[in-house]
């Protein structure tokens, strides 16, 4: 039985491949995000145990907030230079550094724009004569207070060379000009570490620009005299230094550092994985109908199977085999191409963080059980309606010659019918928020049922929408016989269809998320903001960028300017809570330009213990005005506040408006948003050049109007809708997949019917015309469902995040239309192999044919 | 309307020296030896032999379907040899009609829409007075918006005769038309082809190993191990018989080289 079933798996290869090929992109999505994530996390830990190398402890001040589980690195407060003597002192220490090392320093390039990282920090540190890790290329280090010395990847970046003037945009301080005296790089000849970049300035220099003040450091470095324990001496210095101050080894600070991007990366493949999930739901859609059309073509085989005592139990394991096979084929194959895909992706990765270096490829065991796993399961639970099927052939039908008959649709309408309604009843849950913790959990199980509910519905529809849709393409012959064929089979024209449909729907529900998101944040600005023009830029790291406070003033001051509002911003501890905040230069001009009118106390300009709430805030503190609430900043003591306003949600910037004064202590003291009210009949052309003759010190920023700002500030959603469209292409390409295997199946299956027809005078073209008409009916088809039920669950989302603001519902039409369009091309790309096997077929072997 | 057997006005088709070689080496088959056979226009032809003898490849090669490995085969005035895949559609298209053993009909047309399927694959409108006497003669009118799988085995040959018939082709090929039916319909469906022969003046070459379906036609070549070894003029199933049996005893040609 089991050489049969093999003997005649491998008679069927072109089928084999091809639903093997759904399972194979699928397993290369699961094996490829593990295999990239562990890939760069073991890069990652290979940088930090570089960058730490030579460390073996090292001191730090205790962060003033507790570290965040997604911002990266907190700012390590500086402390005295006396600090450095004590521990000096302490037994065990070999030599001991202080040091400064911060992020914030931004070179500007020769072309006047501020280098950025996209990520990575952007260091600047000072020079105490150098380690093994630092070789220095060009020029020498910095020795006089206007040197600097910049690492090869940075200077390349910003196209600048030994004796240049440079200038340098700083968090604490202005801007400053510096003569460029080096440019070092790494040991092992590497530009970057990472991609990051680092500024060496003398130590007072860095004192005062990367800390704000003179004689403070940031760390000590520490070697262990011999014979003395990294740990050991980790203990040691914390015990002499007391509380207030971090010691770790240098082990450990790799580690952190590593972890902190680890968790990062899990997202990312978590993500990743999500889309491995869409990957195989129509895989899997594709195998079930690969596995129907093998049982229909083998039936005469089957029942003969059946008639010379095959038991049912035996036909249904014959068919199965068949399902390990392709499945083990699959994942293999698909496991490889993961490997591959991982390692390209790990590359591409390390590109875009400026030359990252890779750590060898590895294949994570998980890689490997996962890709086993899925790619197996899938095919065989997608086998087992098939299977099961199979084992109902009669052994009377090796001697008729039966049609596969054409059951009746109702009970597949009605299980598609429940399970529809599960989908919907489930969605219904987690979108109203009452799932509790499980509400991500509820939403994707009440998609993913409402897709396979819809699937099973769609036999029933399929005859009424494929008969209307092929009315289109009547008018020829060729097109009229395309249609009734593309109607011949509903189940398997249903199936195809809704393989193409979840990837479409998906792409709608998302595009209709954001869009409405996006029209209702801009109408929403809009409808608040009265602003003419905007100061600001585009965030391309942790932090945005920032300018000058006195930009502020001094746009206030300008002819025509009727009032300014200059916002920070930055997460603070409030009453004991990690929140987000904001301080404004004066709150009055917020109050005018956002329309703000206190529910209680007053809007106007805060005093420096004063602060004002949005209504959700105050509850969630529980404080009225005159109430007192404390906060802690990135820098500084904490700081008591008086409760002066409370303020509708949508009339402030953000939930906890601070005094410009607090602002000092801020991870960023500058303004990182100014908005710029003008007095009735300004015109904006005139205002904007003098605001952007205040910023050019801030190449990071711009001046825009508030049309220009809302798009710019809307502008992420389009990237990252971009990018899910791009992820949620493979689910279309999957598809495509699945609507050449049909025909190619069903081309196979009509062998007769094709020579027949060319017999009575069909020609060739007219042949691929009939094939391509089925395969345009079929996509199209599939798309009209994709965006019907994407448009459902989009509207559902909107609708449920009301409350969350997204008050617009937007449907992409034009999105839609070109979906439907798509398809129609994908149809017609689709059929352009089975229709050339079609046209191909030879008239009398055909006829012939048994 | 109105044509009278046994008056032949020159040849529908015609096959000079044909030759055909499957395969080649050890696996090498001669179907046919140099058979040269001409097919008077009007007249109700039947290709009779032993299985194996080349009926089938030899209507084949006369319909287009097939290449010749040697020689010309013409119909009417088209010379079928050597044309390519278009030129080979266009004429299984205008000039010649098809009648097979079985699976003649697409399963998802109707009879009516099968009967003028070479009409519209060609773009031509038929012929209404026509296409009414077509129907009427296969007795098809109460069937025809019948999908095949709603008619019998003999229903759907009467409309695989007129989707032939409709186009009025040059020539009508029918391999075993009847093979696949019980007597009764099939003497219905033989009645019917000879009917539109002399009713209608329709060429129809017919491919057969039943002498009782031999009958029907208006002269029976006999083929035997790729050469026409015999012929009969107005055949009854007893003269067919006899000639078969003749040809049983005789000693099998020699091998001929080519
Ligand atoms: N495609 C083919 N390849 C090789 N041999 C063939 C092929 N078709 C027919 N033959 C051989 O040619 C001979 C004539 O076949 P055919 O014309 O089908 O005979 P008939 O129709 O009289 O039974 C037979 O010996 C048959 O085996
Ligand atoms: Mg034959």
Redesign the interface.
């Given at each position: 039985m089991l050489r049969a079933t093999l003997k005649s798996l491998l008679a069927r290869k072109v089928r084999l491949i091809l639903s093997g090929l759904a399972v194979v992109l699928g397993v290369m999505f699961v094996s490829g995000a593990f295999v990239l994530t562990d890939t760069l996390g073991r890069s990652f830990d290979a940088i930090f145990a570089d960058a730490y190398e030579g460390v073996d402890v090292q001191v730090a001040a205790k962060p003033k907030l507790a570290v965040g589980e997604t911002e990266g690195e907190q700012v390590a407060p500086p402390f005295p230079a006396a600090v450095l003597d004590r521990v000096r002192t302490v037994p065990g220490v070999a030599e001991a550094t202080g040091s400064v090392n911060a992020t914030g320093a931004r070179l500007i390039g020769s072309n006047g724009k501020a280098v950025t990282s996209f990520g990575p920090p952007q260091l600047g540190s000072n020079w105490t004569g150098g380690s093994d890790l630092i070789e220095i290329r060009q020029g020498r280090a910095p020795q006089a207070d206007n040197e600097i010395m910049v690492n090869a990847a940075l200077a390349t970046a910003g196209k600048v060379t030994v004796g240049d003037q440079v200038g340098v945009l700083l968090t604490l301080a202005s801007k400053q000009e510096f003569t460029l005296v080096g440019i070092f790089g790494y040991s092992g000849g590497r530009d970057s570490i990472g991609g990051a970049n680092e500024i060496y300035f003398t130590t007072p220099v860095a004192q005062r620009l990367m800390l704000g003040a003179p004689d403070t450091y940031n760390s000590i470095v520490l070697t262990s005299a011999d014979g003395v324990a990294p740990e050991r001496l980790r203990d040691d210095v914390a015990a002499a230094l007391g509380d207030g101050y971090v010691v770790k080894t240098g082990e450990q600070l790799s580690a952190d550092a590593a972890a902190g991007l680890k968790e990062g990366l899990s997202f990312f493949n978590r993500i990743l994985l999500g889309f491995a999930g869409v990957a195989l739901l129509v895989g899997t859609f594709l195998i079930l109908n690969t596995f129907s059309i093998i049982v229909a073509q083998r039936t005469r085989e089957l029942a003969l199977m059946r008639a010379i005592g095959a038991s049912g139990r035996q036909v249904i394991g014959s068919v199965l085999v068949e399902a390990v096979a392709i499945g083990l084929l699959a994942s293999v194959l698909g496991l490889a191409a993961g490997i591959g895909v991982g390692a390209l992706l790990a590359y591409v990765f390390g590109q875009f963080a400026g030359g990252l270096t890779l750590a060898g490829l590895g294949v994570p065991p998980v890689a490997v059980f996962s890709s086993f796993g899925v790619g197996l399961v899938i095919t065989v639970v997608a086998a087992l309606l098939p299977a099961l099927r199979a084992a109902r052939i009669p052994p009377i039908a090796a001697m008729q010659d039966v049609a596969t008959p054409d059951r009746p649709l109702t009970r597949v309408t009605l299980s598609g019918a429940v399970v529809t309604a599960a989908g919907a009843g489930l969605l219904a849950l987690g979108l109203s928020g009452n799932a509790g913790d499980n509400t991500l959990v509820t939403i994707l199980t009440g998609v993913l049922l409402a897709f396979i509910g819809v699937a099973l519905l769609t036999p029933l529809i399929s005859r009424p929408v494929v008969n209307l849709l092929g009315g289109l393409f009547s008018w020829s012959v060729p097109g009229k016989l395309g249609r009734l064929n593309s109607g011949r089979n509903p189940r398997r024209t249903a199936i195809t269809a809704a393989a193409l449909m979840v990837g479409i729907a998906l792409v709608t529900g998302v595009t209709v998320i954001l869009d409405s998101t996006k029209a209702s944040i801009a109408g929403k600005a809009e409808q608040i903001i009265d602003a003419e023009l905007v100061v600001a830029g585009e965030q391309t790291g942790p932090q945005p960028p920032t300018f000058e406070p006195t930009v502020v003033d001094r746009a206030a001051a300008l002819p025509g300017v009727a009032a300014v509002a200059g916002l920070y911003n930055d997460m603070a501890t409030v009453e004991g809570e990690r929140r987000f905040v904001n301080a404004a230069t004066d709150l009055a001009a917020v109050g005018r330009i956002w329309g703000a009118k206190a529910t209680a106390g007053t809007v106007a300009t805060l005093r420096p213990d004063q602060v004002a709430l949005s209504e959700p805030a105050a509850k969630e503190l529980n404080k009225t005005v005159g109430d007192r609430i404390t906060a802690q900043f990135a820098r500084g003591e904490p700081h008591t506040y008086t409760v002066a306003a409370i303020v509708p949600e949508d009339r402030l910037p953000g939930a906890i408006m601070l005094p410009k004064e607090s602002a000092a202590d801020f991870t960023q003291p500058k303004p990182y948003l100014a908005l710029v009210q003008l007095t009735p009949g300004t015109p904006v052309a005139q205002v904007q050049p003098q605001l952007e003759e205040l910023v050019k010190d801030s190449p990071e920023v711009s001046v825009t109007d508030r049309a220009g700002f809302i798009a710019q500030q809307t502008g992420q959603f389009d990237t990252l809708l971009r990018m899910i469209q791009i992820l949620l292409a493979l689910a279309i390409v999957i598809a495509v997949l699945g609507i050449i295997n049909t025909l190619a199946l069903s081309v196979l299956e009509r062998t007769r019917e094709l020579g027949l027809l060319r017999a009575i005078g069909l020609r060739r073209a007219q042949t691929m015309r009939m094939i391509t008409v089925e395969a345009v009916v079929i996509s199209v088809f599939g798309a009209l469902l994709g965006v019907t039920v994407g448009s459902g669950l989009g509207a559902a989302v909107v609708e449920a995040l009301k409350d969350e603001g997204i008050t617009e519902l937007v449907l992409p039409w034009s999105q839609m239309g070109l979906f439907v369009g798509l398809a129609a091309l994908i149809g017609v790309v689709a059929a352009v192999l089975p229709a050339i096997r079609a046209a191909r077929i030879n008239v009398l072997g055909a006829i012939a044919h048994d | 309307m109105t044509a009278t057997v046994g008056r032949p006005v020159g040849a529908a088709a015609r096959a000079s020296d044909v030759w055909k070689v499957y395969g080649s080496g050890e696996a090498q088959v001669v179907a046919l030896r140099g058979v040269s056979a001409e097919f008077e226009r009007g007249r109700f032809t039947a290709i009779m032999g032993p299985s194996g003898s080349g009926k089938s490849t030899l209507m084949?090669c006369l319909a287009g379907?097939?290449t010749v490995t040697r020689g010309t085969v013409m119909i009417g005035d088209t010379k079928v040899t050597g044309l390519g895949?278009?030129g080979l559609?266009?004429l299984?298209?205008?000039q010649v009609?098809?009648i097979?053993q079985q699976?003649?009909?697409?399963?998802?047309?109707s009879a009516k829409e099968n009967i003028l399927?070479?009409l519209?694959?060609?773009?031509r409108k038929p012929d209404p007075a026509w296409y009414d006497t077509v129907i009427d003669t296969v007795g098809l009118r109460d069937r025809l918006d019948h999908r095949p799988?709603q008619l019998s085995g003999g229903q759907q040959q009467r409309v695989a005769c007129a989707?032939a018939l409709v186009s009025r082709p040059q020539v009508i090929f029918a391999d075993e038309p009847t093979g696949n039916l019980d007597s009764r319909s099939g003497a219905e469906v033989l009645g019917f082809l000879r009917n539109s022969v002399r009713q209608h003046g329709q060429t129809i070459v017919m491919v057969t190993h039943d002498p009782t379906a031999a009958a029907y036609a208006d002269r029976v070549v006999f083929l035997a191990d790729g050469q026409i070894v015999s012929e009969l003029i107005e055949p009854t199933a007893d003269t067919v018989l006899d000639t078969m049996k003749k040809l049983d005893t005789l000693p099998a040609p020699t091998e001929a080289g080519i």
């Open positions: - | 084949h379907l097939d895949d278009a559609t266009r299984r298209r205008d009609g098809f097979f699976f003649n009909l697409l399963p998802t047309l399927l070479p519209a694959i060609a773009g799988n989707r």
